[in-house]
Protein backbone atom coordinates (compact mmCIF):
# COMPACT_ATOMS: atom_id res chain seq x y z
CA UNK A 1 0.00 0.00 0.00
CA UNK A 2 1.19 3.28 -0.94
CA UNK A 3 1.32 6.57 1.32
CA UNK A 4 0.89 10.11 0.27
CA UNK A 5 3.02 12.88 1.64
CA UNK A 6 1.09 15.75 2.55
CA UNK A 7 4.02 17.67 3.33
CA UNK A 8 5.09 17.88 0.00
CA UNK A 9 5.97 21.21 -1.63
CA UNK A 10 2.55 20.18 -3.90
CA UNK A 11 0.25 19.30 -1.12
CA UNK A 12 1.00 22.60 1.13
CA UNK A 13 0.55 24.75 -1.99
CA UNK A 14 -3.12 23.14 -2.68
CA UNK A 15 -3.87 23.63 1.32
CA UNK A 16 -3.06 27.20 0.85
CA UNK A 17 -4.68 28.19 -2.39
CA UNK A 18 -7.76 26.30 -0.89
CA UNK A 19 -7.05 28.67 2.75
CA UNK A 20 -7.12 31.36 0.87
CA UNK A 21 -10.21 30.61 -1.01
CA UNK A 22 -12.52 30.01 1.61
CA UNK A 23 -11.14 33.37 3.50
CA UNK A 24 -11.74 34.90 0.35
CA UNK A 25 -15.09 34.13 0.34
CA UNK A 26 -15.93 35.15 3.46
CA UNK A 27 -14.27 38.44 3.45
CA UNK A 28 -16.63 39.25 0.00
CA UNK A 29 -20.10 38.65 2.13
CA UNK A 30 -22.68 41.54 1.58
CA UNK A 31 -25.20 42.47 3.64
CA UNK A 32 -28.20 44.29 2.65
CA UNK A 33 -30.80 46.17 5.39
CA UNK A 34 -34.78 46.68 4.93
CA UNK A 35 -36.06 50.08 3.83
CA UNK A 36 -36.82 52.00 7.03
CA UNK A 37 -33.99 50.32 9.27
CA UNK A 38 -30.12 49.94 10.03
CA UNK A 39 -28.61 46.33 10.84
CA UNK A 40 -29.13 46.60 14.54
CA UNK A 41 -26.87 46.87 16.90
CA UNK A 42 -26.99 46.72 20.99
CA UNK A 43 -23.63 48.49 20.74
CA UNK A 44 -25.06 51.63 18.98
CA UNK A 45 -26.82 55.04 20.14
CA UNK A 46 -29.03 56.32 18.38
CA UNK A 47 -31.86 60.20 19.01
CA UNK A 48 -35.30 58.84 19.91
CA UNK A 49 -35.90 61.01 16.84
CA UNK A 50 -33.85 58.38 14.07
CA UNK A 51 -34.30 55.40 16.41
CA UNK A 52 -38.00 54.37 16.35
CA UNK A 53 -40.16 54.24 13.43
CA UNK A 54 -44.03 53.89 13.76
CA UNK A 55 -44.83 51.14 11.17
CA UNK A 56 -47.66 52.77 9.16
CA UNK A 57 -47.86 49.24 7.57
CA UNK A 58 -48.76 47.66 10.77
CA UNK A 59 -51.76 50.72 11.05
CA UNK A 60 -49.03 52.61 12.99
CA UNK A 61 -49.95 50.08 16.05
CA UNK A 62 -46.19 49.06 16.19
CA UNK A 63 -42.88 50.72 16.23
CA UNK A 64 -39.36 49.97 15.35
CA UNK A 65 -36.25 49.90 17.70
CA UNK A 66 -33.63 50.41 15.40
CA UNK A 67 -31.19 50.17 18.30
CA UNK A 68 -32.29 46.43 19.18
CA UNK A 69 -34.41 45.21 15.62
CA UNK A 70 -37.23 44.74 17.90
CA UNK A 71 -40.96 45.47 17.46
CA UNK A 72 -42.74 47.18 19.89
CA UNK A 73 -46.38 47.59 20.84
CA UNK A 74 -47.22 51.22 20.40
CA UNK A 75 -50.55 51.28 22.64
CA UNK A 76 -49.74 48.40 24.70
CA UNK A 77 -52.79 47.94 26.73
CA UNK A 78 -53.58 49.88 30.05
CA UNK A 79 -55.00 46.12 31.98
CA UNK A 80 -53.25 43.83 34.49
CA UNK A 81 -52.03 40.16 34.74
CA UNK A 82 -50.33 38.07 36.93
CA UNK A 83 -46.94 36.07 35.10
CA UNK A 84 -48.51 33.20 33.49
CA UNK A 85 -51.38 35.33 31.90
CA UNK A 86 -49.32 37.74 30.63
CA UNK A 87 -47.67 35.48 29.26
CA UNK A 88 -50.53 34.08 27.07
CA UNK A 89 -51.51 37.50 26.44
CA UNK A 90 -48.65 37.89 24.24
CA UNK A 91 -48.76 34.82 22.69
CA UNK A 92 -52.56 35.45 22.27
CA UNK A 93 -52.01 38.96 21.12
CA UNK A 94 -53.25 40.27 17.20
CA UNK A 95 -51.13 43.69 17.13
CA UNK A 96 -51.21 45.48 13.78
CA UNK A 97 -52.91 42.60 11.87
CA UNK A 98 -49.75 40.43 13.39
CA UNK A 99 -49.60 37.31 15.41
CA UNK A 100 -46.14 36.30 17.27
CA UNK A 101 -45.81 38.43 19.85
CA UNK A 102 -44.07 37.52 23.30
CA UNK A 103 -43.13 38.61 26.59
CA UNK A 104 -40.20 40.80 26.46
CA UNK A 105 -37.09 39.06 28.29
CA UNK A 106 -35.92 41.97 31.03
CA UNK A 107 -33.01 43.26 29.33
CA UNK A 108 -34.94 43.76 26.22
CA UNK A 109 -37.66 45.67 28.20
CA UNK A 110 -34.76 47.24 30.35
CA UNK A 111 -33.51 48.59 26.84
CA UNK A 112 -36.65 50.91 26.45
CA UNK A 113 -35.21 53.01 30.17
CA UNK A 114 -33.04 56.03 28.90
CA UNK A 115 -31.29 57.03 32.34
CA UNK A 116 -30.55 60.94 31.83
CA UNK A 117 -34.65 61.64 31.37
CA UNK A 118 -35.68 63.66 34.56
CA UNK A 119 -39.42 62.66 34.08
CA UNK A 120 -41.52 59.64 34.04
CA UNK A 121 -41.47 57.23 32.24
CA UNK A 122 -37.87 56.89 31.62
CA UNK A 123 -38.36 56.66 27.94
CA UNK A 124 -36.14 58.44 25.56
CA UNK A 125 -37.13 62.15 25.12
CA UNK A 126 -39.44 62.23 21.63
CA UNK A 127 -40.36 58.64 22.26
CA UNK A 128 -43.81 57.60 20.28
CA UNK A 129 -45.41 55.13 22.86
CA UNK A 130 -48.68 56.40 24.02
CA UNK A 131 -50.03 54.70 26.74
CA UNK A 132 -46.90 54.33 28.75
CA UNK A 133 -48.11 55.37 32.58
CA UNK A 134 -46.53 58.84 34.46
CA UNK A 135 -47.25 56.74 37.99
CA UNK A 136 -46.29 53.69 39.24
CA UNK A 137 -46.72 51.01 37.00
CA UNK A 138 -44.41 47.83 36.17
CA UNK A 139 -44.27 46.21 33.44
CA UNK A 140 -43.92 41.89 33.46
CA UNK A 141 -40.83 40.55 31.74
CA UNK A 142 -40.43 37.21 30.16
CA UNK A 143 -37.05 36.87 33.09
CA UNK A 144 -38.33 34.50 36.21
CA UNK A 145 -36.24 34.69 39.11
CA UNK A 146 -33.40 32.12 39.13
CA UNK A 147 -33.43 32.33 43.09
CA UNK A 148 -37.60 31.51 43.35
CA UNK A 149 -39.63 29.21 41.33
CA UNK A 150 -42.36 32.01 42.54
CA UNK A 151 -41.00 35.12 41.38
CA UNK A 152 -40.36 37.15 38.19
CA UNK A 153 -38.16 40.58 37.20
CA UNK A 154 -40.49 43.84 35.57
CA UNK A 155 -38.84 46.91 35.00
CA UNK A 156 -41.02 49.87 36.73
CA UNK A 157 -40.43 53.19 34.02
CA UNK A 158 -41.14 55.44 36.94
CA UNK A 159 -37.50 55.10 37.92
CA UNK A 160 -36.10 52.77 35.16
CA UNK A 161 -35.31 49.74 37.90
CA UNK A 162 -35.81 46.35 37.44
CA UNK A 163 -37.61 44.84 40.74
CA UNK A 164 -38.70 41.42 41.57
CA UNK A 165 -42.10 40.34 42.20
CA UNK A 166 -44.25 37.29 42.90
CA UNK A 167 -45.64 35.74 39.92
CA UNK A 168 -49.15 35.65 41.08
CA UNK A 169 -48.94 39.90 41.48
CA UNK A 170 -51.07 41.58 38.60
CA UNK A 171 -48.32 44.06 36.65
CA UNK A 172 -48.60 45.29 32.92
CA UNK A 173 -48.09 43.87 29.78
CA UNK A 174 -45.91 45.16 27.01
CA UNK A 175 -45.56 42.99 24.17
CA UNK A 176 -42.73 42.85 21.74
CA UNK A 177 -41.60 40.90 18.23
CA UNK A 178 -38.14 40.10 17.14
CA UNK A 179 -35.39 39.16 18.70
CA UNK A 180 -34.38 35.94 20.68
CA UNK A 181 -35.05 35.42 24.43
CA UNK A 182 -32.84 33.27 26.36
CA UNK A 183 -35.44 33.05 28.85
CA UNK A 184 -37.39 29.60 29.76
CA UNK A 185 -41.16 30.00 30.07
Known amino acids: MQ ?11 LIAVGLWLLLAGQAQAVESNGPYYATPSWAQKLP ?3 RFVVLTDWG ?19 TRHDWNSARVEC ?15 LHELASLVDPSVSSSPLLPAGHPFTTIPQRYTHYWSATADA ?15 AYNSYKSTPNYVWCVRGGMTADAY
Open 48 to 50: AAT
Open 147 to 161: NSSDGAWNVLFVDGL
Open 3 to 13: RRRIGTKTGWG
Open 60 to 78: SQAVLDRETGLVWERFPPF
Open 91 to 105: LSRTTGGRKGWRLPS
